[in-house]
């Protein structure tokens, strides 16, 4: 399964992409950071966010994208910012066909770190040693963004949107047929 993780953001918005390997395994594809400018005005910036999302997409083909869960904040054109730019590549993923799937940070954390109170620290820490990196990928919102998508190979099941009626890859209904199988004592068909 390929997953692309999106850690939004108005004026840096994370996205990495990771595959999955046999024995819980992850390899990374590729990692960056989107960015808008902040002396434009609010529409253009998320034109700008919008069509680097597109061509993230279109340039790695994922079978489902990860995206924050939004939450609130005291900070309120913060929290607008963040949800405007998951919402770009949420509209972006369901326009190709490509379930969607939202986790929180502390899903996220626990997923990666084993801890969902974890430090941007050792979520970087523990991305690149998943990974096989030499260092922490750079800026944080990449290392949170193949988080993301890393979470989201380890934890597929309840995550997706749309729930029953989505569509499921070939990929995740394999992963899904294993998970059950696993939980009966028995081989996946």
């Given amino acids: 399964m390929r997953v692309l993780g999106v850690d939004p953001g108005l004026t840096r918005c994370g996205i990495g992409v990771v595959d999955s390997l046999p024995g819980r395994r992850a390899a ?4 960056g950071v989107v960015r808008s400018d902040p002396a434009t005005t609010v529409d253009l910036r998320l034109r700008a966010i919008a069509d680097q999302i597109d061509e993230w997409l279109d340039a790695h083909v994922p079978d489902v994208l990860a995206v924050e869960r939004v939450f609130a904040q005291h900070n309120v054109s913060t929290v607008m910012g963040t949800a405007q730019a998951a919402g770009l590549a949420m509209v972006a993923a369901a326009r190709r066909g490509i379930p969607v799937a939202m986790h929180t940070p502390s899903e996220v954390k626990a997923a990666v770190t084993g801890s969902g109170r974890a ?25 949170d963004a193949l988080a993301l998508a890393i979470c989201h190979l380890w934890r597929p099941s309840g995550a997706l949107q749309g729930g029953e009626t ?24």
Avoid: C, N, Y
Avoid at 28 to 31: E, I, K
Avoid at 120 to 142: F, G, T, W
């Fill in 28 to 31: 990374l594809v590729a990692v």
């Fill in 119 to 143: 430090d941007k620290a050792q979520v970087q820490h523990m991305v690149a040693r998943i990974l096989s990196l030499a260092e922490a990928p750079r800026p944080a919102d990449a290392a």
């Fill in 166 to 189: 989505l569509a499921h890859t070939p990929a995740q209904r394999a992963w899904a047929a294993a998970e059950t199988a696993a939980r009966r004592g028995r081989p996946a068909r």
